[in-house]
């Protein structure tokens, strides 16, 4: 159970770097229904992190990535009015890369997947958290790449 859980949910995250592109996913579905972020998604009862991301990737945007560093650890928590967590994540973060030159496509979970330079993401009104992380993505992914 999603909402209103008894313990956090883990989830995984994609920051999937081209240059100073990164994906982008429009939410299909709740939370942030309707708003951009990074594509990624909860991670399956015997499935590894690596697994978990690359799958997700797969299934809202068609990608076939490899997974690279821990970019961040963040924790999500929504509340309602009356104080109770209707929602809460711990989301790893991952700096990623595409395998081959498969067109981006969105899916299942994504209403919607694009390419962005890293100067517009105010554009689509990404949460400041997100932008912090794909900021310290770039600067990772100029360290090791």
């Known amino acids: 159970m999603r909402s209103f859980p008894d313990r956090p949910v883990v989830g995984v995250g994609a920051v999937i770097l081209d240059g100073d592109r990164v994906v982008l996913v429009k ?8 708003e951009w972020s990074l594509p990624g998604g909860v991670v399956e009862l015997g499935e590894t992190l690596e697994d978990a991301v690359a799958r997700e990737v797969l299934e809202e945007t ?4 490899d997974v690279g560093p821990v970019v961040e650890v963040v924790d999500r928590v929504h509340r309602v009015t009356d104080g109770r967590v209707e929602y809460h994540y711990v989301i790893i973060d991952y700096l990623c890369t595409c395998r081959d030159d498969r067109p981006l496509v969105h899916g299942s979970d994504a209403a919607d997947a694009r390419w962005v330079q890293a100067a517009d993401l105010p554009t689509y009104r990404v949460t400041a958290r997100v932008i912090a992380v794909i900021h310290k993505a770039l600067e990772l992914s100029v360290r090791n790449f």
């Open 27 to 34: 939410r299909g579905q709740p939370p942030l229904q309707g």
């Open 62 to 65: 068609g990608l076939d990535i």
